[in-house]
């Protein structure tokens, strides 16, 4: 199953990448998916499935619009700040907890901090994230927990702390 | 014809947004004071401005399927900017890095 997974979605890159034209792309494109996948699946997601659950996947879009929106105001705001003369900025380091199961949740949090208004990620130890802000009145998206919930959703991996 | 001209107007949109995005983004490399400010200008400005650029050139002369090229680069560029500004960032932290403090050394 784990192999089947593994190359629908390699096959659907393919697709993406050599756009086909006629029967013979796309049957080359499926053997080499199924080649690879036989191959590299056992490592690629060693303990568990690829996941595309349904559920994961009609969130996805919802959640992909809110980070979109939230990359280009972080952008805007480094726009304001960067031609603002006298340089608005108050950095600060702050730590937050969040509680997290999956490895892969935590690791999405950590990266969706750093895209987020005014926070960047710095370290993550077990459930602290270390994280630099540019000014302490830019990141609510992080400290009111919005960003965590947002997470929380999608991998449906948090437990409780 | 209408629907052309109005893609157009969208695509160059795009574009000229993604620029001011990547211009911000290097002016506040040089402004900022520290590795870590400097690491919020490059991580945000960067991912918004390439993936804003490339989102303008894929519906450009209309959206084809090959496009979708560009919609893959315009996520793998949003997800390895914050990743090597967050490497980056930690790298300088570990190696004892100070951040720069507004009441430290005044304004810049």
Redesign the interface.
Known sequence: MRTVKTSVALFAFWCVVVVPEGGVDLAVGAGAALLVSVWAARFLWPHADPFFSTLRLTRLPGFVVVMVARVVRASFQVLMIVFDPRLPIAPEVIQHRAHFSADVARAAFANAITITPGTLTLDVEDDTFVVHCLDRRLADDLLSGRLENDIERLFHARRTP | MIGGVLLEIVAVGLVVVGV??LL??T??LV??P?V??R???A???D???A?SVLLGLALHDGFA??D??LV?LAILV??S???T??AL??AA??SGRR????DERG??
């Open positions: 001011a995005f911000a983004g002016i506040g402004r900022f520290d870590y400010t690491a919020h200008a991580s945000k400005c991912s918004a401005g993936g399927f090959g979708l090229k893959l949003v997800v900017g914050p990743t500004a967050h960032a930690r932290m570990r951040a720069w403090t507004r304004p810049a």
